[in-house]
């Protein structure tokens, strides 16, 4: 399965997700690759799954490839320019990968979501055909770690799991890898040494 993380042009967030998600993946007994914005050749037939730091719009490619296409969005972009050139990618992605599920998460500060900012979530997603709003995830002012308002909602096994992540990346990465699915493996997918 491939997994694609995007976000405003060279966010360092979604390096951060990625590399979560893919630790989490690997807990689970799978075989991952997690690439760079500017990976080496690889052979996709060697993995289960590649999870893609794409937050470069060189980065395309992968998103035109992949099951499922998480964009991770601040609200200070939003409110600036409503995420414009993200949006523009995201869609033309869309109508290039139709079969990709578009997920849509939130990555903000200490203070709650303003009114004017979950309004502009909501329309940011509303603009995307069968996308969805995966979660909102706290990023803590230097501490580089994320957690939200599911940390509560959590059931006691997962709270009592490996605790790789916060719970809310293990809540998102319940969302993009559903427990009880089967994929095509990636090499059904790819061709050999394939330069995402």
Known sequence: MIVALTGEDGDSAVADLAEDLAMLRVAAGKRVLLVSPNPRPYDAQLFDDLVID???????????RASVILALLRP???????????LARLKVMQSVNPSARVLVTVAHGRRPLSAHQAGCVLVFVAQLPHARLADTLVLEDGHDTYHSRH??????????DRK???PEVRHLYREIFPQHSSYHHLGAL???????
């Open 164 to 166: 790789l992540c916060a």
């Open 76 to 86: 200070e972009a939003l409110e600036r320019d409503g995420c414009a050139e993200l």
């Open 54 to 64: 794409a937050s470069l719009r060189s980065q395309d490619t992968a998103l035109a």
């Open 151 to 160: 940390s509560e909602l959590e059931l006691q096994a997962y709270k009592e």
């Open 190 to 196: 790819l061709p050999r040494s394939c330069p995402l």
